[in-house]
C-alpha cells in the first residue's frame, strides 16, 4: 500500500508490545520504531517485528506520524504533551492520564493542535458491548466484576486506575447519567497502593452501580451484570460471549399481578474469536487517516478519570483531590 501510516510505540511492556505486534501485522501502516527506556527490551521487540528500536523519544516522533503510548501513568501526561507538540497523534493507554487536572491539559493541548487523542478503554471494542449496546436503555442496577492474579504490572497506581477504570467508562457509556453519590472502600494487599476496591455509585435517575476490582484475586473474573424492569444482561468480556434473559411484552399478569417464568426468554450470543485490541487500533487507524471519529475520545476519557479520582477521593487515597501524583 502506497500511502502506509508511519507509526510508533512508545512503552514496549507487556501491553506495548501488543499494541506493536498489531501494527506490525497490518499492511496499511508501516510500523517504524518502538522506544522503551529498557534498551534491551525495545531492541528485542524491534528485532523481532523487524523495525527500529529508537535511542529517544524525540527520534520516534520525529519519524512517526501516529504512536501508541504504553508508558506507566505517570508518564501519560509528559509523553503525551510532547507527542502532540510535534504533531503526532496518540492512541494513549487507559488511563488517560494519572489526575484529572493532567486529563484535562492533555484534551486541551490535542484540541489546540488539531491532533487525534484516543484512549485504549478496550472493552468499548469489545463485540459484547458493541453487540449489546442497543438493548440497555434504562439500567436500574449494575454488577461488576472485574478481578485478576496478581502479575506485578501498574503498581505504580492503584486498582481504580489500573483496573476498575475499565467498567467506570462502561458505567459512563451504558448508563449515561449525573452521579450523585460514591461509597468506596480500597485496601492495599501486596503493593503500596490500592489492590483491592469496591464502589457502590447511585445516579440521578435512580441506576445503582456495585463495582469491584481486584487485582490480587485468586481466579481471573471480567464480567458485568445489568438488570432493567424487562431485561436481565450478563457480559462476560474474557469468553466474549452474553446472556439474555428478556420478559415478553405481551406476557399477561395473573390475579394478583404475577407473571408466569415462561414469559421470560433466554438467549445466549457468543463471539468467537474477538480480537478488542485488534479492532481499537483499526479506529485508531482509521482516525488518523480522517475516515472516522475515534472510537473513544479523551472527551469521553475524562469523564470516567473524573469518577475515578471521586472514588479515589472517597478511599482518601493521595493526591485524588486535586493534588497532583507523585512520580
Known sequence: MADRVPVGVVGVGHLGALHAEKYAAR??????????????RAASVAARLCCRAAPSLSDVLASCRAISVAVPVVAHETVGLTAIA??????????????LAAGERLVAASSNAGVLLQVGHIERFNPVVRDLRHIVSHPRFVECHRLAPFAGRGTDTDVVLDVMIHDLDLL??????????VD??????????????????????????????????????????IFQEDT???????????????RDPA????????????AIGVEVREFGGADP????????????RGQAAPGVTAVEALDALRLAERIRAA?????????????
Do not use: Q
Open 315 to 327: 478511599m482518601e487515597i493521595p493526591g485524588a483531590s486535586g493534588a497532583e501524583p507523585s512520580p
Open 172 to 181: 459512563a457509556y451504558l448508563v449515561d447519567d449525573e452521579v450523585v453519590s
Open 27 to 40: 499492511d496499511d501502516v508501516e510500523l517504524v520504531a518502538v522506544y522503551d527506556r529498557d534498551v534491551d
Open 184 to 225: 468506596a472502600v480500597g485496601v492495599p494487599v501486596l503493593s503500596r497502593n490500592v489492590d483491592i476496591a469496591n464502589v457502590r455509585i447511585r445516579f440521578k435517575r435512580g441506576c445503582v452501580a456495585n463495582v469491584t476490582a481486584s487485582r490480587v484475586s485468586l481466579k481471573r473474573e471480567r464480567k458485568l451484570r
Open 86 to 99: 510535534a504533531g503526532c497523534h496518540v492512541l494513549m493507554e487507559k488511563p488517560l492520564a494519572a489526575s
Open 232 to 246: 436481565y444482561v450478563s457480559m462476560d468480556f474474557d469468553a466474549h460471549s452474553a446472556l439474555i434473559a428478556r
Open 251 to 262: 406476557a399477561a399478569a395473573d390475579a394478583d399481578g404475577v407473571i408466569d417464568m415462561s
Open 277 to 288: 485490541l485488534a479492532a481499537e487500533i483499526d479506529a485508531f487507524v482509521a482516525a488518523v
